[in-house]
Every structure is written in structure tokens, then in C-alpha cells.
């Protein structure tokens, strides 16, 4: 059961972007060690549009390519923290899970350790890991409506909801 939801609509992809990088932004006001968005829909719904937005918004610079063929992409983030007055260090791994038919590749992988270890995850089709991945602390859907898209996000865990309710009021009302 969700903590707190989220549904809105998102009039094309630079709305996407905006959600995508509000969320990061909230995140970063109360980072925690460990962070897992999952993001679920069918092909083309904006999901790696969402993820590489988020990366974004975490300073991420230079290519940030999708993990369809590689699995999993790396990129280091530093982000500002106001209580240590300097810099935490982490790492953000964007996933994608697409290409997983039998839960032993789940097993082979080594995601379980990525995924249940500190760092941001950004996992595509967590649908194709069911039952082996933990609660995510966001779960986005995204849903193509015309030109733009249907996004709900639910918060299962306190950092969820601490990131939800950390987003502008104009995004939190929807």
C-alpha cells in the first residue's frame, strides 16, 4: 500500500523533464544512502526520457546513454550536503531490466547487490524482476494520453514520501 501518491498529467516530454527533475531536486534536500526509482510502462511511455532528466538534475554531465543493451549504466553524482557542509559522493545506476525473461538472469546479474547496496537506482521494467527487487522507495508509471502522458508516482517507503513531500506545492497538488 502507497505511503502517498502522486498522478498528474504532463502535457509533453518538457513536463516530463520537470517532474523528473523536481523529484531529483527533492531528493537532494534529505539525501539518504540508498534510493530505488522504478519506473514502469510500455515502450516509447518517457521512461528513459524520465531517468536521463533525473540524472540531470544530479549534475550528471556528458552522454547519458540508455542501459537497453549494457544492462546497467554508472555515473558517480556529488551532491551538495548542507549537514556535513561539503559534498556527499554517490553513485546512480541507471538500469533496464527489458531484456529479462527468467528470474535467473535476476540471480546472475548481480543487481540484487547494486540495487540492495547505497547509491540511486533508476530501474526500467521492474516488472521483469518481480518479487526479487525491494520496495521502491518511488514507483513511477507512465502512461502515453495524446501528445503527452499520465504519470503516478507512489511513495512505499518514508523516503518516498519524504521526497514527495519535499516537491513545490505546484507539483504536489496534482
Known amino acids: 500500500m502507497p505511503l502517498a501518491v502522486l498522478d498528474l498529467l504532463l502535457a509533453d516530454e518538457s513536463a516530463t523533464h520537470a517532474l523528473a527533475q523536481a523529484l531529483a531536486l527533492a531528493w537532494t534536500q534529505h539525501p539518504c544512502p540508498r534510493l530505488l526509482v522504478t519506473l514502469e510502462g510500455d515502450l516509447g511511455a518517457g521512461k528513459t526520457t524520465f531517468a536521463r532528466a533525473f540524472l540531470r538534475a544530479l549534475g550528471v554531465q556528458g552522454r547519458i546513454k540508455s542501459p537497453s ?26 538500469i533496464d531490466l527489458y531484456r529479462f525473461s527468467d528470474p535467473q538472469e535476476w540471480e546472475d546479474s548481480g543487481l540484487r547487490d547494486v540495487i540492495g547496496g547505497p547509491g540511486i537506482s533508476l530501474v526500467e521494467w521492474p516488472q521483469h524482476a518481480q518479487g526479487m527487487l525491494p520496495a521502491a522507495d518511488l514507483a513511477v508509471h507512465l502512461e502515453p494520453v495524446g501528445e503527452g502522458r499520465r504519470c503516478v508516482v507512489q511513495a512505499a517507503t518514508d523516503v518516498g514520501s519524504n521526497v514527495l513531500r519535499a516537491l513545490p506545492e505546484r507539483l504536489n497538488s496534482g
Do not use: C, M, N, W
Open 69 to 94: 543493451f549494457s544492462l546497467v549504466e554508472e555515473y558517480t553524482v556529488d551532491i551538495p550536503d548542507l549537514q556535513l557542509k561539503g559534498t556527499l559522493r554517490t553513485t546512480a545506476y541507471h
